[in-house]
T-cell receptor, first 112, second 118 residues
Framework: QQQVKQSPQSLIVQKGGISIINCAYENTAFDYFPWYQQFPGKGPALLIAIRPDVSEKKEGRFTISFNKSAKQFSLHIMDSQPGDSATYFCAVSYSGNTPLVFGKGTRLSVIA | GAVVSQHPSRVICKSGTSVKIECRSLDFQATTMFWYRQFPKQSLMLMATSNEGSKATYEQGVEKDKFLINHASLTLSTLTVTSAHPEDSSFYIC??????????????FGAGSRLTVL
């Protein structure tokens, strides 16, 4: 079964707009929620991550909102730029030496 | 910051041959590395967990005799695709755990290796 559901599959945003990508998970034992950015032909790079003891984390133009009771978390990209055009993956993991389980990805296109 | 180097970045081989992909943590020791496979326009799927000095743990559906993983040192894990076939063509990406941050591992990913089997 799919452990983390990501939406939308693709997203087109005007330059300067806000990009919002959502993820929902099932297992309440997950306790690490990162977002990764991937450009074509490259490996994913960590963008921002959150733990379940906080509801929001902001780093520059990127913000994670976390709703523990709803088992959902989202990525907000403020003032979206064409250089933000990439595929974004949410992921979940347990504590310790455990792998990440990825969502299916969202292809973001920021148009001028 | 932590860097994971993966080599080769691209490889083309004939069907039936074997290909080795190396994954190195350059500035930190990684007792655990993870190997993922990504098909075009799809997500990353975990293939196996590689632990230094012990046998790898494979995900369901991944053939351990076909995808040989060796983690001989704290900075190097290798993935060997044996008797490669065209359906093995994919983007293979390794990741290494930097160590726990507040209980959860932060994974750094390599740049990936594009395998094309003719």
């Amino acid at each position: 079964q799919q452990q983390v559901k990501q939406s939308p599959q693709s997203l087109i945003v005007q330059k300067g707009g806000i990009s919002i990508i959502n993820c929902a998970y099932e297992n309440t034992a997950f306790d690490y929620f990162p977002w990764y950015q991937q450009f074509p032909g490259k490996g994913p790079a960590l963008l921002i991550a959150i733990r379940p003891d906080v509801s929001e984390k902001k780093e520059g133009r990127f913000t994670i909102s976390f709703n523990k009771s709803a088992k959902q978390f989202s990525l907000h990209i403020m003032d979206s730029q064409p250089g933000d055009s990439a595929t974004y993956f949410c992921a979940v993991s347990y504590s310790g030496n455990t792998p990440l389980v990825f969502g299916k990805g969202t292809r973001l296109s920021v148009i001028a | 910051g932590a860097v994971v180097s993966q080599h080769p970045s691209r490889v083309i081989c004939k069907s039936g041959t074997s290909v080795k992909i190396e994954c190195r943590s350059l500035d930190f020791q990684a007792t655990t590395m993870f190997w993922y496979r990504q098909f075009p326009k799809q997500s990353l799927m975990l293939m196996a967990t590689s632990n230094e000095g012990s046998k790898a743990t494979y995900e369901q559906g991944v053939e351990k005799d076909k995808f040989l993983i060796n983690h001989a040192s704290l900075t190097l894990s290798t993935l060997t695709v044996t008797s490669a076939h065209p359906e093995d063509s994919s983007f293979y990406i390794c990741s290494a755990a930097q160590g726990a941050i507040s209980g959860a591992n932060v994974l750094t990913f390599g740049a990936g290796s594009r395998l094309t089997v003719l």
